[in-house]
């Protein structure tokens, strides 16, 4: 019971803080305090909060190293451009094609986490992070075949497997608007994601993820991370939540990916790539293993300090990657452990199961 009312404090402080972080950011915005910069990051920064949430429950919570998240992030950008530009006749609102857009996003992104899960959740260690490595990169270059199109007649897709395929293969209407250029990426999409749908976004994903992780599911997959055998022993099927996790986790990047994608009027596939993959496991590992927290802190942090500091130049990324270092240092000696463990207590004993 006490762990339980413990669990319950830290989570709803979890709740307040993200509350009480866009109250301060909407007070700023309406006193003007916020340059244009800034207020340009805000979009991203849920984002790759909600993100890190999601990696850290494939990571922190089921005990997988996965390289190839940011595909799945691209799987529901794409798809929430292509909703949201094919309803926009139909769907006159901005706000209800955003939603459509994100869930819609989230469905295919969670599909698609299925099918990779199905060859990918039977390996372990370095082999399942070099497949899920592979898989981001094919999903990519998946993308950037695809012509998308839309006209009064429904979607019109082409994939350019070969580089031959153009616009004209879709053989659409003249009122047709073509939405995704292979290659070229999506462009000319309407801008319609906005900081308040980031936070709402960011409070589903939270409440999906913490309460997954103290459900009956949530003690087993982490059983399995800790001792495989001993769970398995007890008979808990390892495939089933494994797969669980794992679609929940591609189905919460989906629906990031599909608000960063609206949040652009021009977007490539090459945005989502091992690059952007490694840089939402950053954040993951900075926060802390299993710590939700911790994870928007750090994609908070290690997303605006780049940004902010780009007036130093070619000094910029030095300064940001001393700064890495020095808090992997702080983190992991035993000063820094202590005080790390005070201010974002993440390490929680292994006796729920």
Same mark, same amino acid.
């Given at each position: 019971?006490?762990?339980?009312?413990?669990?319950?404090?830290?989570?709803?402080?979890?709740?307040?803080?993200?509350?009480?972080?866009?109250?301060? #950011?909407?007070?700023?915005?309406?006193?003007?305090?916020?340059? %244009?910069?800034?207020?340009?990051?805000?979009?991203?920064?849920?984002?790759?909060?909600?993100?890190?949430?999601?990696?850290?429950?494939?990571?922190?919570?089921?005990?997988?190293?996965?390289?190839?998240?940011?595909?799945?992030?691209?799987?529901?950008?794409?798809?929430?451009? #292509?909703?949201?530009?094919?309803?926009?006749?139909?769907?006159?609102? *901005?706000? &209800?094609?955003?939603?459509? =857009?994100?869930?819609?996003?989230?469905?295919?992104?969670?599909?698609?986490?299925?099918?990779?899960?199905?060859?990918?959740?039977?390996?372990?260690?370095?082999?399942?992070?070099?497949?899920?490595?592979?898989?981001?990169?094919?999903?990519?270059?998946?993308?950037?075949?695809?012509?998308?199109?839309?006209?009064?007649?429904?979607?019109?897709?082409?994939?350019?497997?070969?580089?031959?395929?153009?616009?004209?293969?879709?053989? @659409? $209407?003249?009122?047709?608007?073509?939405?995704?250029?292979?290659?070229?990426? =999506?462009?000319?999409?309407?801008?319609?994601?906005?900081?308040?749908?980031?936070?709402?976004?960011?409070?589903?994903?939270?409440?999906?993820?913490?309460?997954?992780?103290? /459900?009956?599911?949530?003690?087993?997959? @982490?059983?399995?991370?800790?001792? %495989?055998?001993?769970?398995?022993?007890?008979?808990? *099927?390892?495939? %089933?939540?494994? @797969? $669980?996790?794992? #679609?929940?986790?591609?189905?919460?990047?989906?629906? =990031?990916?599909?608000?960063?994608?609206?949040?652009?009027?021009?977007?490539?596939?090459?945005?989502?790539?091992?690059?952007? /993959?490694?840089? #939402?496991?950053?954040?993951?590992?900075?926060?802390?293993?299993?710590?939700?927290?911790?994870?928007?802190? =750090?994609?908070?942090?290690?997303?605006? &300090?780049?940004?902010? &500091?780009?007036?130093?130049?070619?000094? %910029? @990324?030095?300064?940001?990657?001393?700064?890495?270092?020095?808090?992997?240092?702080?983190?992991?000696?035993?000063?820094?452990?202590?005080?790390?463990?005070?201010?974002?207590?993440?390490?929680?004993?292994?006796?729920?199961?």
């Amino acid at each position: 019971m006490n762990r339980l009312k413990k669990h319950t404090k830290v989570d709803f402080a979890t709740y307040l803080g993200v509350i009480a972080a866009w109250g301060l #950011v909407m007070l700023a915005q309406s006193q003007h305090w916020l340059g %244009r910069s800034t207020m340009g990051l805000l979009v991203p920064i849920c984002c790759y909060a909600v993100m890190a949430i999601s990696l850290n429950l494939t990571v922190g919570i089921m005990g997988e190293l996965s390289l190839g998240h940011a595909g799945f992030m691209g799987v529901g950008a794409f798809t929430g451009v #292509v909703v949201s530009q094919s309803l926009s006749a139909s769907v006159a609102s *901005p706000a &209800l094609r955003l939603v459509l =857009a994100m869930i819609v996003g989230a469905i295919l992104a969670g599909i698609t986490g299925f099918l990779i899960g199905i060859p990918v959740l039977r390996l372990r260690g370095d082999y399942l992070a070099i497949v899920t490595l592979a898989f981001g990169e094919i999903i990519k270059e998946l993308i950037t075949c695809l012509i998308v199109g839309h006209d009064e007649n429904g979607l019109h897709i082409v994939f350019n497997y070969n580089g031959l395929k153009g616009a004209e293969d879709l053989h @659409m $209407t003249p009122a047709g608007k073509i939405i995704i250029k292979g290659a070229q990426g =999506a462009t000319g999409t309407e801008t319609i994601a906005t900081f308040t749908a980031g936070v709402i976004l960011l409070l589903v994903a939270l409440v999906i993820v913490l309460n997954l992780i103290h /459900s009956r599911t949530g003690r087993a997959v @982490m059983a399995l991370r800790d001792n %495989r055998i001993a769970a398995e022993s007890v008979g808990i *099927p390892v495939t %089933r939540y494994k @797969m $669980t996790a794992f #679609v929940i986790s591609a189905a919460i990047a989906g629906s =990031a990916g599909a608000l960063y994608g609206l949040n652009y009027s021009n977007l490539v596939a090459s945005k989502f790539d091992f690059n952007t /993959s490694i840089l #939402v496991l950053v954040f993951v590992v900075l926060g802390g293993l299993g710590n939700m927290w911790g994870s928007i802190l =750090a994609a908070v942090v290690l997303y605006v &300090l780049p940004e902010e &500091l780009r007036a130093l130049g070619n000094f %910029r @990324m030095l300064i940001y990657a001393v700064v890495l270092i020095a808090v992997m240092l702080g983190t992991n000696s035993a000063g820094g452990r202590a005080l790390f463990a005070k201010l974002i207590p993440h390490k929680k004993k292994r006796e729920e199961v």
